[in-house]
């Protein structure tokens, strides 16, 4: 598998946005085209937004699409100084998740953000795109493709989320497997990431693998392995449920997304 095209969802005025800048290097390394796609509903946004409820239609549209067009000139800049090979889709008329999912026919991996910096929940892209979701939080700055890691899990989810993984795993000098299981699991535990070792080596990866005992919270010991490792990227298997007609992300993987400062790479 490789990443033909990679999706980086843009937020509005995002000038500064670390989140263009490590799509821009991964695109390079991968020798990727880039999209980048933002999108603000015009009606929702004008009904809903107690500081623009006073404007006419007209001044509102124009408002936003001058920030609209700042995005797009970052992009242009963006990819420019990258000499990638770019495209660029906006719409005033969706939401920026039910835009990105649809438009997302057209690309291996899509690149967003996570907190306050940005407009797309991504649980809501990792649970309908249908696409390996890089998942950027704002502490991260690039990607350095030393060492990565797979936080390993005997399921379907995780099973996806490595082979979704592949192509960017490949960019990596190490790819570490780690599986945190019970004590009395853990001989089993170290020939299942023994073989996923294997398994990447045969796909020209290096890759090295360790079983540890489950101590307290999974995310903190997965976060302290990060640092141990130096790692800057985290690949998993993204678990949840359907309650209520909204998806629910599971514990572990809602943490990878909000306490743990490294990107991480999600599938399901």
């Known amino acids: 598998m490789s990443y033909v095209r990679v999706m980086v969802v843009q937020d509005l005025d995002a000038a500064l946005d670390e989140r263009l ?49 700042v995005a797009e000139e970052a992009f242009a800049t963006h990819v420019k100084s990258w000499q990638l090979t770019g495209s660029w889709r906006k719409s005033l008329a969706h939401s920026p998740t039910e835009f990105v999912i649809a438009e997302s026919r057209s690309a291996d991996l899509i690149v967003t953000g996570v907190g306050q910096k940005s407009r797309v929940d991504p649980a809501d892209l990792i649970m309908a795109v249908g696409r390996p979701v890089l998942v950027v939080p704002s502490e991260a ?65 290096s890759a090295t693998s360790s079983a540890l005992e489950a101590v307290g919270d999974t995310s903190v010991q997965l976060a302290e392995r990060v640092f141990i490792e130096g790692a800057d990227l985290i690949v998993a298997g993204a678990y949840g449920h359907s309650r209520m007609r909204e998806w629910v992300l599971g514990g572990v993987t809602r943490d990878l997304l909000t306490r743990i400062p490294c990107c991480s790479l999600l599938s399901r």
């Open 21 to 69: 800048r490590i799509a821009c290097a991964l695109a390079h390394k991968l020798d990727s085209e880039l999209i980048g796609i933002t999108a603000v509903n015009l009606l929702d946004s004008f009904g809903y937004d107690p500081i623009i409820a006073s404007e006419s239609m007209t001044d509102h549209r124009e408002r936003l699409e001058a920030r609209v067009r």
């Open 141 to 205: 700055e690039e990607l350095r493709f030393k060492t990565a890691i797979v936080a390993w899990k005997e399921t379907r989810e995780c099973r996806r989320a490595v082979a979704d993984a592949l192509a960017l795993l490949s960019v990596y000098e190490n790819v570490h497997i780690i599986e945190l299981t019970s004590s009395d699991e853990l001989e089993q535990a170290k020939s299942h990431v023994g073989e996923v070792t294997r398994w990447l080596k045969c796909h020209g990866i």
